[in-house]
């Protein structure tokens, strides 16, 4: 018998407000900018890219080509998306 595996998705692990902060803090923290996009991609399809669109105030369509890989989203893209994961952008 074939053993069935899939990839691993840490989306799948983001379930609460509390664990997509914490995501995003270390990715910001430890990461590049790029990984931070990357990290802010996957807590969005965590929550649903389409909810997360709309509380942003921008289309489905324009928040995959931001936040995907080589994606150059503008500040104020990344401050929207941040706050619709109900984060907020600090400077320490």
């Known amino acids: 018998m074939a053993l069935k595996t899939r990839l691993f998705d840490v989306a799948e692990m983001l ?3 509390e664990d997509i902060r914490m995501f995003l803090q270390v990715a910001a923290e430890e990461g590049t900018s790029q990984e931070f996009i990357h ?3 996957t807590a969005a399809r965590a929550v ?3 909810e997360v669109a709309k509380r942003a105030g921008v289309t489905r369509a324009s928040l ?3 936040l995907a ?3 150059q989203p503008k500040f104020s893209t990344i401050s ?3 706050e619709a994961l109900g984060c907020k ?3 320490a």
């Open 39 to 41: 990290a802010l991609n």
């Open 69 to 71: 890989d080589g994606g």
């Open 48 to 50: 649903g890219m389409t």
């Open 64 to 66: 995959y080509k931001s």
């Open 89 to 91: 952008l600090k400077v």
């Open 80 to 82: 929207k998306v941040t």
């Open 15 to 17: 379930e609460t407000e």
